[in-house]
C-alpha cells in the first residue's frame, strides 16, 4: 500500500512538500512517480525517479520548480514543489513500478504502474 500526504492549501508563491510511504513492501527496486488529476481533467504525469533515484524526469510544466526525490533507507518518495501556480490545483498520486525497463519506456502511461497511492489535494489560491 502507498500512502500520500502533505497536500493543503497554499498561496500562489508558495511551496509544499508531498511524501508517500509505503507499508508492508519495500520500494527499493521501484521506480516511482507522482501525477495529478486536475477537476474534468485526465491524470496527468508530473514526475519521476528511477529505482536507484539516479535519473529524474518531470512534465515541462512542472521543471524547474517540482523537485521529486527518494530515500530507500526510509521507504518513501517525496515531491518538493515550489514557485507554486493556481494550475498546480489536483489531487497528487504517487505511483509505482517494478520494472525499469517499463519505466523508461512509457513513464507517462497511467496503465503501467503497479501500485497507486490514494491520493493528496493541493489547492494554490490566486
Known amino acids: 500500500q502507498l500512502q500520500a500526504s502533505g497536500g493543503g492549501l497554499v498561496q500562489a508563491g508558495g511551496s509544499l512538500r508531498l511524501s508517500c510511504a509505503a507499508s508492508?513492501?519495500?520500494?527499493?527496486?521501484?521506480?516511482m512517480a507522482w501525477f495529478r488529476q486536475a477537476p474534468g481533467k485526465e491524470r496527468e504525469f508530473v514526475a519521476g525517479?528511477?529505482?536507484?533515484?539516479?535519473?529524474?524526469d518531470y512534465a515541462d510544466s512542472v521543471k524547474g520548480r517540482f523537485t521529486i526525490s527518494k530515500d530507500n533507507a526510509k521507504n518513501t518518495v517525496s515531491l518538493q514543489m515550489s514557485s507554486l501556480k493556481p494550475e498546480d490545483t489536483a489531487v497528487y498520486y504517487c505511483a509505482a513500478v517494478y520494472s525499469s525497463y517499463v519505466y523508461s519506456q512509457n513513464r507517462t502511461q497511467t496503465e503501467v504502474y503497479d501500485y497507486w497511492g490514494q491520493g493528496t489535494l493541493v489547492t494554490v489560491s490566486s
Open positions: 525517479t528511477t529505482w536507484s533515484g539516479g535519473s529524474t
Open positions: 508492508g513492501r519495500t520500494l527499493t527496486y521501484y521506480s
